[in-house]
Nanobody, 112 residues
Framework: QPQLAESGGGLVQPGGSLRLSCAAP????????MAWYRQAPGKERESVAT???????IYADTVKGRFTISRDNAKRTVFLQMNSLKPEDTAVYYC??????WGQGTQVTVSS
């Protein structure tokens, strides 16, 4: 069963940056729509950014202009560059591949 593995989360001050990675060696990531979701305490999981196999991208309004999703098909990896982070970005961030594959999540905490 292919698995997705997120990394790159951590604690950062407001205004700072983090880069999340989602690796899935051995999977057909190049053919998949890949996405980043997040879930804050007490809230539902929400879509943050999506990138199709052809490179089309959609962002949630709350992160437009601050977050950038990208993919390296040769490395079977998807990235989420997060800049100008705000406390409200604090959440567990999950990588999703296609309609069925999920990672275990990585914690992002934005706090001074």
């Amino acid at each position: 069963q292919p698995q997705l593995a997120e990394s790159g989360g951590g604690l950062v001050q407001p205004g700072g940056s983090l880069r999340l990675s989602c690796a899935a060696p051995g999977t057909i990531i190049p053919l998949m729509t890949m996405a980043w979701y997040r879930q804050a305490p007490g809230k539902e999981r929400e879509s943050v950014a999506t990138i199709t196999s052809s490179g089309s991208i959609i962002y949630a309004d709350t992160v437009k202009g601050r977050f950038t999703i990208s993919r390296d098909n040769a490395k079977r990896t998807v990235f989420l560059q997060m800049n100008s982070l705000k406390p409200e970005d604090t959440a567990v961030y999950y990588c999703k591949g296609g309609s069925l594959l999920w990672g275990q999540g990585t914690q992002v905490t934005v706090s001074s």
